[in-house]
């Protein structure tokens, strides 16, 4: 049984090692850096606050929840193909979700930001921030990738407009 005294220190410990863990990976190298004004040029505010910010947007706030037309989602900041709507399904949590990413598009780390850890998905060529991945999703993979939809962009497949 916790004290009150060990429950908060506790809670500082994984604090101070979410603020850690956020700072390294903001130090990262990728094929494509900039700084946090070129991305502000290019970026909207919101797609700032998440990409950049590894912010999150309200559920059920992106019409790309509910978009199940054939094609490709790409990341909003560098338009890299991150995952194709044949792995997209309804998860009912508000977010855009896929049980699996195209092939070097993605890549994991932990996320401590709400004291737990998550694993985090971020672009592997520019770093932004996407969303979550679970281990409560569907066949084949029982993975959930739960993404902000203002990180990603649809291109509808050729012929499907």
């Known amino acids: 049984m916790f004290t009150r005294r060990q429950f908060g220190f506790t809670g500082v410990g994984a604090a101070i090692v979410g ?25 909207s505010k919101e797609q700032f606050h998440v990409l950049r910010k590894q912010g999150t947007e309200p559920p059920r706030s ?15 900041g560098c338009d890299l193909a991150l995952f194709s709507s044949e792995t997209k399904f309804d998860s009912g949590t508000g977010w855009p979700s896929f049980y699996e990413p195209l092939n070097n598009a993605v890549e994991t780390s932990t996320d401590y930001h709400l004291i737990m850890a998550r694993t985090e998905v971020h672009c ?23 993404m902000n939809g203002v990180s990603l962009k649809f291109a509808p497949k050729s012929g499907n407009m």
């Open 19 to 43: 603020f850690v863990n956020g700072s390294a990976r903001a130090s990262e190298k990728f094929e494509i850096s900039k700084s946090d004004a070129d991305w502000q040029r290019i970026l």
């Open 124 to 146: 592997r060529r520019c770093g932004g921030h996407l969303g979550h991945v679970f281990e409560d999703g569907p066949k084949p993979t029982g993975l959930r990738y739960c």
């Open 62 to 76: 992106s019409p790309l929840d509910k978009t199940y037309d054939p094609g490709t989602y790409h990341c909003a």
